[in-house]
């Protein structure tokens, strides 16, 4: 089966989609709802906003779920062992295994630092 690329564009949209939820009401700036710079999101541990969660897996996969369906996933499960994604200071959100920091994945969304 050919595997399907996903340009890093609708990745990005796909995250400042998610990302936007989380800060459009006031109780959306609550801190367990932000991964700021240089913070992580360690395995089997989400992020929620009303129907949405933001999932990092215990599989190693990242994914965004609503109503418990998933809409969106980095594909990464199965490619490593306790993982965790990291919101790094330019803006490049990257999933990495736990004991060699090895990079699984990431959204190649780095830019100037950011916040």
Not at 43 to 66: A, P, W
Not at 67 to 81: F, K, L, Q, V, Y
Not at 90 to 106: K, P, S
Request: one cysteine or more.
């Amino acid at each position: 089966m050919a595997s399907i690329a996903i340009q890093p564009i609708i990745i990005s949209a796909l995250l400042y989609f998610f990302l936007s939820l989380l800060v459009k009401s006031p109780a959306g700036c609550e801190a367990e709802n932000i991964l700021y710079s240089d913070e992580a999101l360690y395995s089997g541990n989400s992020f929620q906003y009303g129907s949405y969660s933001f999932t990092m897996q215990e599989d190693c996969n990242l994914v965004v779920y609503k109503n418990d369906s998933s809409i969106w996933a980095s594909g990464t499960d199965g490619m490593g062992r306790n993982c965790y994604c990291r919101m790094q200071s330019d803006g490049n959100l990257v999933v990495y295994e736990h004991d060699t920091d090895r990079v699984i994945w990431a959204s190649n969304t780095d830019r100037d630092y950011g916040n």
